[in-house]
């Protein structure tokens, strides 16, 4: 037999376990040893892109990936892979890796050996530690996220850490905080196997979490009755399977959310009994709000609600009341089960947790909760932005396993954790990202007291808002100093003044976190090219060269190293020397230290080891009287989730007025920041699109995909192109009062945006749309709004 | 000579399907495996990168498919690995770049 015939063989298997996978997901086996065929080896992992998690069998060989195949195993995906997960192998493979650390000369980057790069990282933060700020990412993994954490909370005793997730789910978490007292949501993917109803709120799943919408798609076509409902301020992919839209104004979900739960009050529909033994009702405070709020009365809800009948909603927000009326209808029906998704349509929202909080309210008030397919679920764009960043805490005001800075006790259970003297953590909040780039974009005499930022894993010089301000401005200031760690040439490397080459997915050991609390493990498979490599071990390496420049934050109560680790004989591994980093799995060493940190808030991790045997387990994940590892499907819901008590039903144990009542949040409308006017008469809304990942810097060197989608545009309404006299795929200027571009314009493209809107994806480089958009933030969650602002657009050599 | 295999999740009627299924198999780089309700299992076969992609995109559009997943990939003995990312832009969005 040819080895293509082979390969075809084993292409025709995975497919047909495909098409029966739906029933055929069952436990993996109990010793997942490398399959081989062929001379190709395949093991698991998951997919480097989105947050659903899918997992992938990679194939090597000869060191080399070759071939990737979508996990039948899996729960997640069942075997399925969309067009990203399908070439994620290449990503390794574009021409143009960084394989050896560059220092910027003047306006070159000349080579220099680790060394010299490791010290010079070393030596920026010695020289003072309050003006560094780390800046990684949920692409992170959680052993490096762990490191960041420790490096900068228990070792630098600075909060200046932050990760690109702030940029996305903030908001979400700031939402789930206010709501249950704790983050993440309750429910999980099960949810969108058993709902009779899914609400999108300003999400587009069938571009962003491809493989999670197949599973609602897939129900229909074997001829099950769902609902599919889109709320969002343009037609997406989504929109095209959905029996109703709901096309909104920018904010109108807030209002939307609140005619909503008007209805249910007045007409009575609430679940009655389950608001009385679940539920309390909270307001901001009208003078110095705070995320918790203050207790209201259910009276006095219900008088905040009364200017919200479906007319007031249909004047805010655009959305006829007759659908307003629909959406009441629903959620008042019990026999139905509802689930939300949302994902950044709510979060990048200047009140991102109000509407999170208002979801929320919505399913608590009806008591659309606590059954599969009764849950308010919020979705993830990375991978790990649950996993590293919210699980591990790698925020400014965040310790591992749920602790903030701000609490003496958990800075206190924390230094026990960690092993670091008393006091050694400070408990101030740092800076949030978009401060902390403000601070190192401003000169030091006008508060610019962050003078060295290392980016680790994201892409900061595309993504954050308002660039011109926010990130290009510190390029021409005295003493900023820039460092990156990456895999690529991108828009922030080339503004470094160190880049450091980083070792990619399967060139490492990792474990993810995925949206629905699923922690995910894989081992490394093949070297890194040249230079690169772990990031993980590059924190380490500077931790240790901060040690040898005397920095006493880098040694633990016992005087030992902030990162000791012992062999099996109990001799200390110099694992910050790349040839001594993979003599122990440091991976499984730092993921067990984190593991005492996770029971705190009953997010609780197996062993490392339960991971390398399953395809990820979603916590709390808690040991049975068997020696058994079981997992928790469903939050607060008695008989799932272990920590309810018996006969509760449902148990809110994290609540924030410590009776078991998660809180309803009453939240009024509120316009956004900067609204089209005479001057910008349009709005701008940015995203992404399905075949590139982010900001592309993967999926754009990857040539299947880039010519799916070769470059950005700005979808345009008809109506609005025929006004300006502006052809289809006619390259025009969008400005804003930030800056300006010049980009071909869509009509009638992929998306469809409605008259007075224009829409620009981010995943291009060359075509930087956050020039343009909004610095402003949510209060609470300090996200920044990427969906709204105010654009004007002009044809080229007009005035 | 990249070699696929793909999930294509039929729409509509299932009186309609063995239409949909003929349609996908017309290609002679297609293979056509079984059929799970609405589900059925293909192969394709193709000799470039490009290539693929493009009859990836056919097969998208095939009338009577609602949604294409990939569950295999081989690309061991693609050459045609893309590094950089252009500079070069072409005035009209979405085209083919060749
Ligand atoms: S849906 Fe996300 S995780 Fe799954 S294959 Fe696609 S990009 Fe990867």
Redesign the interface.
Known sequence: MQR?DV??G???????????ARDAVGQPPARPAPRTADG?AFQKAPCRFCGTGCHVQV?V?RGRV?????D?MAEVNR?????K???V??AL?????LTQPLLRRGDRHEPISWDEAIDIVARRIHRDPSRFGFYISGQSTVPEGFAASKLVKAGLGTNHLEANARLCMASAVTGFLATYGVDEPAGCYDDLDQCDVLIFWGNNPAEMH??LF?RV??RR??GEQVVLIDIGTRRTRSTEHCQHYLEMRPHGDLAIALGVAHLLVREGTYHREFVEAHCAFRALQAENPTLQGEAIDFEEYRRRLEPYTPEHVEALSGVPAAQIRMLAELFGNRDLRITSLWCMGANQHTRGTAVNTLIHGLHLLSGHFGRAGDAPTSLTGQPSACGTVREVGTLCHTLPGGRVVTNPAHRADAEQLWNVPEGRIRGEIGYHTVEMFRRFNLPRSEGGDIDTIWVQVTNPGQTMPNQNEYFRRARALEDKFLIVSDVYPTETTRAADLILPSALWVEKNGVYGNSERRTQQWFKMVDPPGEARDDCWQTIAVAHRLLELGHEGMRDRDGRFLFHTEDAQGREVPIWQWSRYYDVNVDERLFEEYRAFTRFKHKDIAPYQEYVRARGLRWPVVEQPDGSWRETRFRFVEGEDPYVEAGKGVQFYHSTTSDDRAQVFFHPYEPPPEVPDAEYPLWLCTGRVLEHWHS?SMT??I??L????????CEMHRADAARLGVA????VIVETRRGQMEI???ID??GRPPEGTVFIPFFD???LVNALTLHEYDPFSKQPDYKKCAARVRRRGAA | MPVTGLVAHLRGDPSGWPETIARLGADARVTVGPREGGRVALVTETTAAAEDAALFAALEATEGVSQLFVVFHDFSDVPEIEGTVPRRLRGRPCSDET
Do not use: F
Not at chain 1, 66 to 70: H, T
Not at chain 1, 79 to 83: D, E, H, R, S, T
Not at chain 1, 93 to 97: E, S
């Open positions: 293509r390969i075809k084993m292409a025709m298997a995975a497919a047909t376990a495909a098409i029966g190709v194939g060989e070759v071939s990737i195949q979508g039948a075997g399925l892979l969309c067009v997960g399908y070439h192998g290449l493979y574009g021409t143009d890796r491809p493989i197949s798609i897939d076509a074997r592309g754009m060197r040539a299947p880039r010519r799916a989608m070769p470059q950005a545009y289809n795929g006619e390259t071909p314009i869509w493209g992929r480089e060359r075509l």
